[in-house]
């Protein structure tokens, strides 16, 4: 097995470096780029080419069969690629004086263009600190891999499912009936191509050296393309070093690639199992930056611009962050064109540049556009014409009207007679104002608008349904970034995060500084990507990874900013090194020099700190002692930081029980898990001894996991109910489940092509207004024969009972946002809070924490217990609540649960109530004014004619879903699974999840997708 998978990595390496390190070599041989550089680069192009040629040659599988996806065709088009860039290769002389330039002397270049002096060439150690990081996220995020094929995810198993219809279909199919029957013709599945082609070649490698399974295997599927995420982990990591490296240095680079390597949120962003679009996604746009960034500071070196084209173009063909993307080039188009008319700096170079991008984004884009991946259709046009292309089109004509228009008036004495900055900065003013006017008033503003929007929907609850969904959760100015995912170098101060203020507002100022004083044209860019991802990063928790990655890029840019304004000796001004050095007798004096140097150590050594509070210790004591600092003071601040950061340490172990390792701490824990998993006998033992050590990265490394529960009731699914029956109706969270572990069709999936039925659907299960017949007309109206109701729906009900509300018009988005605004302090929108959704709420119990864990006496209190003067039983007291707010009524409560769990309740006079707790089945912990309670769900059982309930405290339990779930008795529907569950539910795990079947189905079937006559493969759907 061993050996397979090592013949099988092999094979999949030669095929993406062979090809890609060719093709990087004749694109980048003549630029400043470095062999290792060069290499990365290829590893990148190799991975896209292949792919990217095999998904093109789709388009004509209905008319030449033989390019239907196969193994074969995909080897043959990485064999392509490597002939013709060999011959490229050849053609352009790139292997002449090879051995010479980079394995034997290096090549030294022109750095005048950098504050700071390196080398084309640095220190071997550099790359090889470099690669060791790089290997070093790969493997860290890869030990997830043992999970990859249950990994606790709903929306990576969308994305999965494609690959699996290109090794089913022999391409992705435009349209798949697996979901969403509102949609006559059937849901775009299409996700971008690069990984799905990927995942299937690997899949095929795989199972031709291994396995060789006549049906598809999605858990080797699953193993396969767990790869991908670690790969793109460790690329990112590279393109960041790339952007720090060739701004400032080599020193300030490596800082960068250590926090990208280890920042929390990074790391589980990246690890196996996430096979989402997401992580190509975070690392194309960056990738595209630091590409870009090169042309930037060598606009006459076409090659990189080049590069950064298809930088851009692997933004949609990998994923859908090119609507991101593009936002962030238009901005840097039009800052730097401003800019430069305002100076007078414009030059031809710009043009070319930017043209040569343009038209491969063009040329590209153009391809990708018959494709129709998901979302696509939800980009702007411009008369037409896709915003991506349109939009940097647009900037680049608008800019060279500025520049040109007002030479030819000055050319031809028409308003302008001197182009001084004055009449410069007047006529743009003038331009900007009608373009304003134009995108205000007139038609040809509405694709600016649409996308504005479009950007606004996705960084903002902009819909009753991303109210309800954890990843649009809102983030804001006082969150918690730190504890949340950005880790050390984030850290709240007092709950306030006042080091995400600083370095934020910091890093733009000092941006602003080198736009200002050194004319710094990154420094635009820089800006142009800082702003769209700062309100992101503010506004919602799933932007955390990309605001991170722009965090560590602007704690990065203030050292390197302090570290160059260290090497000008401070002098903040428009002077440069030349009038600094005669002023000083024609030359910098040594001793600046010296000093410089040593002031730039130790603002890296603040740097280190965040990265390694351990290494920065020992740097810093190791650099005074051994004489580095020449300078007495400066050494003596070395001493005097190292103690600081010393006490540091010890102040957060006395106030949090926590040594303070920096960033790397992530690391530790990694491979900490690591150990431990070696040492476990069961991934029981594993999970029990993560869990309780509170290793929480490790445990999300190892143990997050689909409950087993669910994969029984999935492997249920599939073997009832197949591929050819009707859909099986739950909440939306689980319809990729129902697909790919049930091979089975859902109706609601997370796609959402129509919001309507999430809200239909959660009125059929939340409303008592609609009985078990109306559950059935719905059903048969949507190809339902199944509805499923599981456990989980309890934690998640105030979503349900929100957007139940919402589909009957008994609150509403406005309310919702309203109730928000009157929190104290406000909130961006509160749920719960309307008359509709209390009146549907369960009812539940808090019990006093101390009284259940009576550790310490000391926390105890005669108030929590009950006085029956009947019993000799020990009681607790319960308060009741329903909705948010305490009422005036407290139950008593046997804490001695019976053979079921199951706690009974009583009335303070020892009356037995119609009301039980499970023991077990506990949402929480909430604190009420400073006391700690455990929160249970009341479970009130029939008592009244016709399995009626007629002390219920809210119409929660009259609802179908606890009909369905709790009381197993459900009129018109007979249940399923589990075959012998009967009674009361009192949700023990005893039934989880609880399937019903339709008894008077009536409604249509699905439609198939059929597979083409010419497709032969051995991968039919298991059904």
Known sequence: MLAETILVALIALVTIMVPGFLCALALLRKTELNLFEITIIGFILGFMFPATLTWLESYLMNYIHFFTYSAGLFAANALIITIIAAIICYQQGAFKGFKEEYLTKGNEHDASHRPLHHSKNANWWVWAVLFLLMLTV????????????????????????????????????????????????????????????????????????????????????????????????????????????????????????????????????????????????????????????????????????????????????????????????????????????????????????????????????????????????????????????????????????????????????????????????????????????????????????????????????????????????????????????????????????????????????????SIFFRNSRTGILYMAIALPLMFAGFSEVKYLPHFGIAYIIFFCIILGELCYWAEQNFKIGFATKKEIAAEQGGQLLESDKARSAQIQALILAVGLFFLSTILAIIYLFYAAMSGKFKDKNLQTYAYGLGVLFIIAIIVVLIASQIVLYGESSSYLDAFGAGIVALQSSSQTQLCNTLGQSGATLGYSIYCNTIPQYWLNAMAWIKQNVGPNAPRVLSWWDYGDWINWFGNSNAFLRGDNANATEDYATAAHYVLNTYTPQDLANFMNGNQSKYVLFDQDLISKWQALDFLACIYTNQTSYQYAIAAGQSQSPPEPYALGTSECEVEHDPQYALIPYAALVQSNITQQSINYYCSMSTSTEQYVIAFLVVGNNLTNQSICVNIVPNNLGVLKTYTSNGVALNAYIQSQNYLGIVNVQGTPFVEYMMVYVPNGPNQTITDAPSQFYTSNYYKGFILGNLTGFTEVYPSNGIGINYVNGTYPIRIYELNNFTGSLPPINSKPSWVHNNYSIPG
Not at 141 to 150: F, G, H, K, T
Not at 439 to 467: A, D, E, R, W
Not at 488 to 498: H, L, T
Request: hydrophobic share 55%; glycine share 6%.
């Open 138 to 513: 790969f493997i860290t995020r890869l030990q997830s891999i043992v999970i990859a094929p249950i990994f606790f995810e709903f929306d990576p198993y969308f994305d999965m499912i494609d690959t699996q219809y290109i090794l089913t279909y022999g391409q992705e199919i435009l349209y798949d009936h697996a979901s969403w029957p509102a949609v006559a013709t059937g849901t775009d599945h299409r996700v971008e191509p690069i990984i799905p082609y990927v995942e299937a070649y690997w899949y095929d490698l795989s199972n031709a050296f291994g396995s060789n399974y006549q049906t598809l295997s999605t858990t080797l599927l699953s193993l396969v393309g767990g790869v991908y995420p670690p790969i793109t982990a460790a690329l990112l990591v590279f393109v960041i070093f790339m952007i720090l490296y060739h701004e400032y240095n080599e020193y300030i680079a490596l800082l960068a690639a250590g926090f990208t390597a280890t920042m929390p949120v990074l790391f589980t962003t990246f690890i196996a199992g996430e096979q989402l679009v997401e992580p190509w996604g975070i690392f194309a746009l960056f990738f595209f930056i630091a590409a870009y960034m090169l042309a930037v500071k060598n606009p006459k070196n076409y090659r990189l611009a080049v590069l950064a084209g298809i930088a851009f173009a692997s933004n949609f063909l990998g994923a859908h962050y090119y609507t991101v993307t593009v936002g962030v080039y238009v901005v840097y188009i039009l800052l730097q064109g401003i800019i430069d008319v305002i100076k007078g700096m414009s030059n031809e170079d710009f043009y070319k540049m930017n043209a040569i991008v343009i038209a491969i984004i063009t040329v590209s884009f153009a391809l990708f556009l018959p494709f129709s991946s998901t979302l696509q259709s939800r980009v702007p046009t411009v008369i037409g014409v896709p915003i991506v292309i349109a939009g940097p089109i647009i900037a680049l004509l608008l800019i060279a009207f500025m520049d040109y228009g007002i030479k030819f008036l000055k050319k031809n004495n028409i308003v302008f007679k001197d182009l001084d900055v004055k009449s410069r900065s007047l006529w743009v003013g003038i331009i900007v104002i009608i373009a304003l006017l134009l995108v205000l008033l007139t038609p040809l503003g509405s694709p600016i608008q649409h996308y504005l929007t479009l950007s606004t929907k996705f960084t903002t609850p902009s819909s009753p349904l991303f109210m309800t969904v954890e990843e649009y959760i809102p983030t804001g100015f006082f969150y918690d970034f730190g504890a949340q995912g950005l880790g050390v170098m984030a850290q709240s101060i007092g709950g306030i995060p006042i080091m995400v203020w600083i370095v934020t507002v910091l890093a733009v100022v000092l941006i602003a500084m």
